[in-house]
């Protein structure tokens, strides 16, 4: 980060490099039908009922409600990977008009999976080929490859070169996708974002960015993905836990410490600054922070600095710590009332 034309209490704006907007609704949603043993029972309780239940209506205010707390945290760009398998069509565009209402930054993908059958990958590759073929900033998503065949796989690829652009992909995340870097040796390109990481081994040889995802890789007890590990480039995410990236930070230098005492603040830091390799348009970007300095060394014990001023490409969005772009208390009004229809119907839900 070139702080050269930045005051003592100022950054650019911060990017999250994976996020799950649809899970903004999910705090304090009914406990799965029992309770998880493994990461797959977590995504089979838990995550995959979640998206199912989503409507476009609860997705709206769920993004809008995640855009506006990435603000309020210092947050001007997202990079979101979204699934909802009962409402596919349109729902990138949700997404995107909820960002751009509150004033962020979005990169929006739709994550295709065979989870659902045939017709629902084939409906996943069309809503992310319909998006990107409006014009607006995206990537092809896909979900995992151990929930994709082969020929999803290759469908999603040709996608993404066709459009220019990358793949977003979770991969290695838990034991259920090893050796995923066999099938996808031949397709990963320098574009894609390679998500988690945690069980690829050392020497893979797969191309893109290693999007390191600490606090829900720790919730779910996939062990320690160690990017430092790899020659890749590594940016920092947060897997749908907000998108609050000095809290990112933090726990990803504690979680370094944890696993080699040498490891420093700046390790860190150059994996939050990877962001700007992503989303570019960010260093463009200027929040003005209620305190001074911005030294990492300082910010990875200090956890009561907050944003007061965001700009966006010259346009603010937040100013005395509110959001101006929209009423932030009829965000979240809006986003408990769905919140609970939600609730209503995973509590129906088998």
């Known amino acids: 980060m070139d702080l050269t034309d930045l005051r003592p209490n100022e950054t650019r704006g911060l990017v999250c490099a994976h996020h799950h907007l649809y899970s903004s609704l999910a705090r304090g949603m009914p406990a799965p039908p029992r309770t998880p043993s493994s990461f797959r029972e977590i995504l089979e309780l838990v995550w995959w009922r979640l998206d199912q239940a989503l409507d ?16 309020e945290s210092g947050t001007t760009a997202i990079i979101d990977h979204h699934e909802s398998p009962n409402a596919i069509e349109g729902s990138l565009d949700v997404i995107a008009n909820a960002c751009a209402e509150i004033g962020i ?14 017709d629902g990958a084939i409906r996943g590759l069309e809503e992310n080929a319909r998006f990107l073929s409006s014009g607006r900033r995206g990537m092809v998503g896909i979900h995992a ?12 690829t040709e996608m993404a070169a066709h459009f220019g652009v990358g793949v977003h992909i979770h991969v290695a995340e838990g034991v259920d996708d090893l050796g995923v870097e066999h099938r996808l040796a031949d397709l990963s390109q320098d574009n894609w974002l390679l998500v988690h990481g945690v069980q690829l081994p050392d020497d893979h040889e797969l191309r893109g960015t290693i999007i390191h995802n600490p606090r829900s890789n720790m919730n779910n007890s996939v062990g320690y993905a160690a990017p430092q590990r790899f020659k890749l480039p590594v940016a920092l995410g947060t897997d749908g836990i907000g998108a609050a990236m000095l809290d990112e930070f933090r726990v990803a230098y504690a979680r370094a410490r944890e696993h080699d005492i040498a490891a420093t603040p700046e390790t860190a830091w150059a994996w939050l600054e990877g962001g700007y390799q992503l989303v570019p348009e960010a260093l463009q970007d200027r929040v ?21 001023s965001v700009e966006i ?15 932030p208390y009829e965000v979240r009004a809006k986003a408990a009332e769905q919140a609970q229809r939600l609730f209503m119907k995973l509590d129906g839900m088998p």
């Open 288 to 308: 003005i922070w209620s305190e001074e300095p911005i030294d990492p060394w300082r910010l990875a014990f200090h956890t009561n600095i907050r944003p007061e």
């Open 56 to 71: 476009l209506e609860m997705l709206e205010w769920s993004a809008k409600l995640g855009a506006l707390e990435a603000i």
């Open 105 to 118: 930054r979005s990169v929006c993908s739709y994550g295709v999976t065979d989870r659902h059958g045939p």
């Open 145 to 156: 490859a151990f929930t994709c065949e082969d020929e999803t796989l290759v469908a999603a």
């Open 313 to 327: 490409d010259g346009q603010v969005v937040l100013s005395d710590g509110v959001a101006t772009q929209i009423d």
